[in-house]
């Protein structure tokens, strides 16, 4: 097929059900299109060239970019309606990467006000559905490119993720996601961009409907940071020692396990052990118990210079006047404020984790220990399995009702680990059921060769509408 053939296929695919689920906020179709010209062009002048394929591996693909990121001539705003006029005059890194790898940006896609939420809904662009039933929520923050890659609108997507914000909604909807190893890929170009020591936190990674196309995505992305990863070393699946855990072992704060997330993961294992005749480890790592704690005290810590984590009422304001969470809930409470209550509530959260100093010093500690434990239980050849999400993806509005449900991934961001969100087909309701498969850091060619194998094995991405 021609690109042009491709292109027109994706834009008509978009046409037909961007209406429905709201994914992507601002496209660049006609843009596309013209892009898709040149690059046949390029094709009928060189054929048969292996030098293109080396020089542009993603010639001619059509990608998606989640709207936190700077894509040339594209809105840049998170979400924030101050920022509504704010047009990206330059490519985010990774962007400029994937461009110049061939790929071809459709348009970008929604997120939750200023990337801090697990619903992607905004007073921008209003919210995003899920593609399997659209009274469901895709996850956040990169929710809309969770719902444009189930939905079959764009091959592969960019996400960034602090705490969870590419694997939830890859688990919500059903495709494959991948936080890197820390310090790998790049994260400049987004609004907001990490500082102090949420610096070591933030991952921009790879959503994609295929497991191969992580790799792939993953290389271009890192550009020379890649020679960091092993992705080069052949993976021999029996050689990997397995470990499984269940549930982070009962947090007050989060919702149990569903019965069907369970038993998904008990046939994983099942399948694991019959087939390639490994011992599937499980595990009781008491510390999980705490993950959303932990997670909160690291992500309001100072770095090793004294910097403090930069104030999310400080972000809400965006260099304007300052934010005051209640007056804001008082506002919202008549419809009269410009912010969505998930981030009033965020705003509030803050101001009362800084009540207890000595209580978050010894959680930052206890973060420690258990990296140091996570990291020797993996070794340079473990991969844990572990639940993406205690839940399928629930019904709008209802993650204000348990707000701490994404302490699940959140987790593995401030332990700086590599994973990878496994889709293992649908539940009795058809919505999404997946897995988080996690490795020591710099061992995410171990999570990605397990995902191709568990692809192949459960069916990997279903197309919604199709059961």
Known sequence: VTCIEVVEAYVERIKEVNPLINAIVKDRLEEALQEAQQVDKLLAEN????????????????ITVKEAFALHGMPNTSGLVSRRKVIATSDAAVVSRLKQAGAIPLGV????????????????????????????????????????????????????????????????????????????????????????????????????????DLELMLRVMAGPGVAKLKLDEKVSLEKIKFHCMDHDGGSVFVSPVDKEILQAQKKVVEHLESELGVQVRRVAIHKMKYSFQIWSAMMSSKDSNGQEAQLFTDLLGDHGKP????????????????????????????????????????????????????????????????????????????????????AYTAIFNVLGLP??????????????????????????????????YLEKAFGGWVLPGEV
């Open 109 to 212: 896609t929604n997120c939750s006000e200023l990337c801090m939420w697990y619903e992607s809904s905004n007073r921008v662009y209003g919210r995003t559905n899920n593609p399997y039933d659209l009274q469901r929520i895709v996850g956040g923050s990169s929710g809309g490119e969770g719902s444009v890659l189930a939905a079959a609108c764009s091959v592969m997507g960019v996400g960034s993720d602090i705490g969870g914000s590419i694997r939830m909604p890859a688990f919500f909807n059903g495709i494959f996601g991948h936080k890197p190893t820390t310090g790998v890929v790049p994260n400049d170009g987004q609004f907001p961009n990490a500082q102090g020591m949420r610096t070591s936190f933030l991952c921009t990674g790879p959503m994609c409907r295929y497991a191969e």
């Open 419 to 452: 994973v990878t969100q496994c889709p293992l087909g649908l539940n009795s309701e058809g919505l999404p059921l997946g897995i988080q498969l996690v490795a020591a850091s710099y061992n995410d060619h171990l999570t990605l060769a397990v995902a191709r």
């Open 323 to 406: 934010v005051w969470p209640l007056w804001e809930l008082m506002k919202w409470l008549v419809g009269m404020s410009s912010h969505t209550l998930p981030a009033i509530a965020l705003g509030l959260t803050e101001k009362l984790m800084k009540l207890n100093p000595g209580g978050n010093a010894k959680l930052v500690s206890m973060g420690k220990s258990l990296q140091e434990e996570m990291e020797a239980l993996l070794g340079r050849d473990g991969v844990l399995l572990y639940p993406s999400h205690p839940i399928v993806a629930p019904r709008h509005h209802s993650p204000i009702c348990m707000p701490f449900n994404f």
């Open 47 to 62: 054929p048969g060239d292996d030098y293109l394929e080396e020089k542009f591996p993603l010639l001619g693909v059509p």
